[in-house]
Every structure is written in structure tokens, then in C-alpha cells.
């Protein structure tokens, strides 16, 4: 994907709004109410802020935003639960192709980002539906601190704001616009032998806008991660890193979580790769709802850089389509290894006599293109 450079400023202007205030509660219960509603509205804050700054690098239209978690791809109008978790943060067009991206940030400190089974369920749903869309997986590394700690001011902060304290959106702008570390860009072959992989972990999703009670998530390991981003130019190491790890949970846990696949059915071997920097003309406007009358813009930098790491991994000419194929015909194998049968169980058929039809109209007509116009041949 191209990265928008140049010299005129390019603002991204993320939700931000001001957290409840938690001080001069004296009631544990509804204090702890407070804490909760302060822990999620700072994560949201935080994910939506790294939708932005993809956005402002990269391009696309945001489907998600903090004000409403309800919208939806073209695709998933209709609002059944079946198809209730597709919620690509964005949505590229790159000629034909439809992108869909999801926008992932971590800290440092716990940086194991976290896939919903159902979700990504979703994605595989809509990637094996329409011929013309793919999916990448935009994975943001940031800071050190929690995500409710990025609006506590510091002591300096207080004696030269005079916000006495008081959480404000202004330090949580600034803090992220300096915090991010490096992005980690990831095809959908290789987000499936990853997730596959991971360990999971279940959650209790009563406070989230789920109509879940629970669920589970895959959490890839930060080290794994890691290893790809050192390793661009030849990945082999951070596979084989993954494959280890892969062997000791066999021999500790549930028995191979691949299921007898190998990277080379993942098309892991033909990844193509880049590495680059951010663009040094991102700026992060901080004007909305909680905001005082002083609102500067900072500027999006890295970690104590000028500039953040991106390491991108696709698909060659020609391999997302042979990526599909082998991802169709071995649908019962992918879909037991990633625990997310059962939520396929009504639609599996479908998508694969979709895929097979659509597979014979691309041969037919390759065939009518190979035949000569007027007795003159190509």
C-alpha cells in the first residue's frame, strides 16, 4: 500500500472525550462502576485514535467510529446476529479490491493484541464471499502505560495548564501522537497460521456492546510479533520461532493447535515484505467535546524519533486468489484448527459452492479471452 507523504501538514482529528471523573466518590460500588466505565472509554479512545493515524497514512473510509459501533460494511446490512461481528474499522478500494483493515493498538508492557473468534470468523466469512475483497491486519505497538493512565496529568502538566488534576483529552493527544513504537502490517494467510497458532483466552463481555455474555480471543505472543517486524527481509526465523512454540504446546497442552498443517499451506513461503518509516507531516488536531479553551495540534512522531517503523507483509501478484483456493478446499481443516466450526455450521456449504462458482466463471472466461476476435489471434 502506498503511504501518504509530502510536505503540507495532514491532520487526523480522533474521537476524544473527557473521562468520568472518579475523585470524590465515596461509595465502592459506585466507584467501581466509575473505574470500569473510565478502563473502557480509554481503550476506545485509544483504538479509535490508531484507526485515524491509519487512515491519515494509508487512506480509507472509517465504518467504525466511537460514537457508533453499529455500522456496518456494504456487504453485512442486514443486522443478524450471524453477521453482527463484521465490523471492518475501515474499508479501502485499490483498483476492484475492497480492503478491509483492522486496526489493533497494544502497549508495550502487555502488547498481545486480542482477536475475537466470532470476529474473525466474520472476516474469513467475507473473504472467502466476495471475490474482490481482502483483509490486512494494522497492528499498533505504543508506550509503556495503561490506557486510563494516558490522561493523568503529570505534576508540570498541572502547574502549567492549571487543570488541577482533572483527566483531559489534551494529554491523552499528546502522549499518543509521541508514543507509538512501530506498526505491523499482516495479510490474511498470515494472520491464520498466527491466530491458529495463538493460545486464546476466554472473556466476559457484559460491559461491551457484544450480544455475547462471553467470549473467546486469540492472543498471539509479543515475541512472535516481534520476530516478523526484525525480520522482514527473511521471515524464516519468526516462523520458525512460531513452529517451536507450536511444538511445546503439542507436547504440554490440547495436542497440535494446527492441526497437521505446515507454513507452507499458508503460503508463508512466498510473502513478499517492505519496510519504511511513518510520514513526518502528521499532525493530531485536538478540538472536541471536554476541551478547554487552549487546543494545540501536535505533531505524530515515534517513540523519541522523528518517526515510527512500518513492516508490511502481502501477498504476491496472483497469490491472494491462490490463497482463497487453498483456503476453500481445505475449509473444514482451517475452520476446526481455528475452534470456529460450530459458527460456520449453517453457512460453510454456501461459501463453498460460491467460491466454486465463481472459480469456473474466472476459467471460462479466461477461455473466451484466449479465442481470436475475427480469425485474428491475440
Given amino acids: 500500500m502506498r503511504l501518504k507523504r509530502g510536505t503540507k501538514r495532514v491532520y487526523l482529528q480522533p474521537n476524544t ?24 472509554l480509554s481503550k476506545d479512545l485509544v483504538s479509535n485514535f490508531y484507526i485515524r493515524l ?23 446490512e442486514k443486522q443478524d446476529l450471524a453477521r453482527a461481528d463484521f465490523r471492518p474499522d475501515l474499508v479501502k478500494r485499490v483498483g476492484t479490491k475492497e480492503i478491509h483493515v483492522e486496526v489493533k493498538a497494544s502497549q508495550r508492557t502487555q502488547a498481545r493484541p486480542w482477536f475475537g473468534y466470532h470476529q ?18 494494522a497492528l499498533f505497538m505504543y508506550g509503556k502505560r495503561r490506557p486510563e493512565k494516558l490522561h493523568v496529568c503529570t505534576k508540570d502538566k498541572v502547574k502549567t495548564s492549571g487543570c488541577a488534576g482533572e483527566c483531559d483529552n489534551r494529554h491523552l493527544i499528546e502522549r499518543l501522537s509521541h508514543s507509538t513504537r512501530e506498526l505491523l502490517i499482516l495479510p490474511h494467510n498470515l494472520l491464520t497460521f498466527l491466530l491458529m497458532a495463538s493460545p486464546t483466552e476466554e472473556r466476559n463481555q457484559e460491559s461491551s456492546n457484544s450480544y455475547r455474555d462471553v467470549e473467546h480471543y486469540y492472543r498471539p505472543f509479543r515475541k512472535w510479533l516481534g520476530l516478523f517486524g526484525k525480520h522482514w527481509q527473511d521471515p524464516q526465523p519468526a516462523i520458525d520461532e512460531v513452529m517451536e512454540d507450536v511444538k511445546k504446546q503439542t507436547d504440554r497442552l490440547r495436542g497440535d493447535p494446527l492441526r497437521g498443517f505446515k507454513p507452507e499451506d499458508f503460503f508463508l513461503d512466498c510473502l513478499e515484505s517492505s519496510s519504511s518509516r511513518s510520514p513526518t507531516n502528521l499532525w493530531c488536531l485536538t478540538f472536541g467535546e471536554g476541551f478547554s479553551a487552549y487546543n494545540p495540534s501536535y505533531k505524530i512522531s515515534g517513540f523519541n524519533e522523528p518517526s515510527f517503523p512500518i513492516v508490511e507483509y502481502s501477498l504476491p501478484e496472483g497469490g ?21 466450526d460450530l459458527v460456520w455450521e449453517k453457512q460453510q456449504k454456501r461459501i463453498v459452492e460460491n467460491h466454486e462458482a465463481e472459480q469456473k466463471r474466472i476459467k471460462e472466461q479466461e477461455v473466451l479471452d484466449s479465442k481470436p476476435k475475427d480469425g485474428i489471434p491475440f
Fill in 54 to 76: 491509519y487512515q491519515a497514512i494509508y487512506g480509507g473510509k472509517v465504518l467504525r467510529t466511537g460514537e457508533n459501533h453499529h455500522n456496518t460494511s456494504p456487504l453485512f
Fill in 320 to 340: 491472494l486468489d491462490r490463497w482463497k483456493t487453498k483456503f476453500a478446499e481445505n475449509l473444514d481443516g482451517f475452520l476446526m484448527a481455528l475452534g470456529v
Fill in 17 to 40: 472525550h473527557r473521562l468520568p471523573d472518579i475523585h470524590g466518590i465515596h461509595d465502592p460500588l459506585e466507584a467501581a462502576v466509575v473505574a470500569s466505565r473510565r478502563k473502557k
Fill in 120 to 137: 474473525f470468523s466474520s472476516y474469513c466469512r467475507s473473504f472467502l464471499e466476495n471475490h474482490e475483497a481482502d483483509m490486512h491486519a
